[in-house]
């Protein structure tokens, strides 16, 4: 194909906690690579997913779910958030059948003053197919300026085709921003962290899994092998023991699962070790937050 003619573009997924916006981008990429929970502020960064075609180059980004900010990590959280509002050339605005604009108000504004075509996407519509969908809509409508109003299903992969022909029609034409061999543009330990922490989202309860981070260090890659040491960091001395649990069961569950999950993502034999540290309160202090990459 014609150089002048290839479409390239930054793709941002917004929306409020849960609504389903990680499970969106992974499923429009056949690939996952966001971590998913049933629990709100699971997703802490923006995380680029591409997709490449001999056509397109699609920059995809998912976001942290919008919501007020209560202490430092969750205003580096809104800092991704805002900047993912700047450099869209399309926005994908994710709700779902029981959202409603509470606390965002302010941001629906700035996505209306974006000056760029708004996909209004509304999410999950398996759980309650006709009845509900007229009057979501309505209510979405009259706060969000859409171009195009889609039901989907993200979970069951319902009218993914659909979102992806009217980003391709509002797509502008423009060389790769990335390699096209690229599917994303965070290193593999990134993505080796995620997973651990999306372990820890699923099976801790209440305050921990808020409370933790992950570091990966000595990292290691032969063809065969991925070798490295997970640092898992919690706010208090008391964490630590609800980490690791009794006889240390709780923490092993964790490395296994994610284990598992490496060795699916990367395609490779994983070895992984676990070790806990006390960073006390880390979510609250900036300097710590840097360290930990949120320098938003
Ligand atoms: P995010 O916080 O917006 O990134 O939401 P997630 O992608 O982490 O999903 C939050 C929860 O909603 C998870 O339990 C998902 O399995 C669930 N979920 C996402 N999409 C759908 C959907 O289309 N239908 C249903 N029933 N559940 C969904
Ligand atoms: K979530
Ligand atoms: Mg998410």
Request: aromatic share 8%; glycine share 6%; no cysteine.
């Amino acid at each position: 194909m014609p150089e002048n003619m290839h479409k390239a573009g930054f793709v941002n997924i917004i929306g409020k906690p849960n609504v389903g916006k990680s499970t969106l981008m992974n499923a429009l990429l056949g690939e996952k690579l966001s971590i998913i929970s049933s629990k709100a502020q699971t997703t802490r960064h923006r995380i680029l997913g591409i997709m490449n075609e001999p056509e397109y180059q699609i920059v995809f980004s998912d976001t942290p779910g919008m919501l007020k900010p209560k202490y430092e990590l969750h205003k580096s959280m809104m800092g991704f958030v805002n900047l993912s509002l700047e450099d869209a050339d399309v926005i994908v605005f994710v709700t779902d059948l029981f959202e409603n604009d509470e606390e965002i108000e302010d941001i629906i504004q700035k996505v209306n003053a974006a000056g760029v075509p708004v996909l209004l996407i509304i999410n999950k519509i398996d759980l309650n197919k006709e009845e509900k969908l007229a009057e979501v809509t309505e209510y979405w409508t009259q706060k969000i300026k859409a171009d195009v109003v889609i039901p989907i299903s993200a979970l069951e992969g319902f009218n993914l085709q659909k979102i992806m022909q009217e980003i391709l029609d509002r797509l502008p034409v423009h060389p790769p921003f990335y390699d096209k061999e690229e599917l994303s543009d965070r290193p593999e330990r990134f993505f080796a962290s995620e997973i651990i922490r999306e372990k820890i989202f699923i099976q801790y309860k209440k305050e921990i899994p808020y409370s933790t981070e992950v570091r990966i260090e000595d990292f290691e890659e032969t063809d065969q092998l991925l070798r490295m040491r997970a640092l898992i960091f919690v706010e208090r001395d008391s964490q630590k023991g609800i980490i690791i649990g009794d006889k240390g069961k709780a923490l092993k569950r964790v490395g296994t699962q994610a284990r598992i999950e490496m060795e699916k993502f990367f395609g490779k034999k994983v070895f992984l070790e676990t070790f806990v540290k006390v960073e006390e309160n880390w979510r609250k202090n900036k300097n710590k937050l840097k360290k930990f990459g949120y320098d938003q």
